[in-house]
């Protein structure tokens, strides 16, 4: 399914829309997508949690598979940009987050840009504190955002994370405004960049469970699966018919 302009509905309505993607891609990853000693849960605020609890440590076991569980692959994920971004900076709405079973730390979360995201200094200053914070205490990140640029992310919502993180900017091919972009924490940690647009189809990104170990998600999927629920009426708005 193409990519829609979601310019072409209020705010609220992909509000609803992402209430449904979340859930989709939570449910795809406990149906065998995560090895068995990992699970996804819809939360609102991952950063709130104890930071004794969301670090992630380091773990020398290798990634685990069964019958009923995913297997994670060791192989870098093919993507067309990749960029490490330096090291971090001084400082240590719903999102999948995903955990591991041994204590329920927070591993790696899943955040889907939002309008709301977009509307402010201070709401996009938000957003990448949080984003960085995450990235700080080596919680892996993958973020999508399927919404044009503004005046607060004139070259897209990764070329504001590389600014926070690396001091440079990123530059996204011509055409490609929208993003995909998984992050690996680590120092420096990486970026997986995949540039989008309206009318293309949503790439498989990967969601790392440690650093070099990730599953990879099906956007496009999921977001076929979420969008099939959206309701009638406004779907004839969004496809334009």
């Known amino acids: 399914m193409p990519i829609h302009d979601w310019t072409r509905v209020y ?27 990992h699970y996804a849960l819809l939360e609102q605020v991952a950063v709130g949690v104890e930071g004794d609890v969301i670090t992630l440590q380091d773990r020398e076991d290798g990634p685990t598979a069964d019958a ?9 994920p093919k993507t067309r940009f990749v960029a490490e ?5 001084p400082r240590r709405k719903n999102t999948v987050a995903v955990r591991h079973v ?13 309008p709301g995201n977009k509307e402010s200094n201070r709401a996009m200053q938000s957003f990448v504190d949080k984003a960085v914070d995450l ?14 640029p503004t005046l607060r992310d004139p070259r897209g919502i990764h070329s504001v994370m590389s600014e926070e993180l690396a001091g440079e900017e990123f530059h996204p ?3 490609g405004p929208l993003t995909a972009v998984a992050y690996e924490a680590g120092v420096p940690p990486k970026a997986y960049i995949k540039p989008l647009r309206v009318g293309g189809v949503l790439p498989d990104m990967p969601v790392f469970l440690r650093p070099g170990v990730h599953v990879s998600l099906p956007l496009e999927e999921t977001y076929t699966s979420a969008y099939q629920a959206v ?3 406004w779907r004839r708005v969004i496809d334009g018919v």
């Open 11 to 37: 705010a609220g309505i992909f509000h609803d829309f992402h209430q449904l993607w979340c859930a989709e891609m939570r449910n795809r990853l406990n149906a065998g997508l995560l090895p068995t000693d």
């Open 68 to 76: 009923d569980g995913g297997v994670a692959t060791l192989a870098a």
């Open 85 to 89: 971004l330096g090291k971090f900076p």
């Open 102 to 114: 041994s204590d329920d730390r927070v591993v790696a979360v899943i955040e889907i840009v939002s």
């Open 135 to 148: 990235l700080a205490k080596g919680v892996h990140l993958l973020v999508v955002d399927l919404h044009p």
């Open 173 to 175: 091919p011509e055409g």
């Open 231 to 233: 309701p009638a009426r």
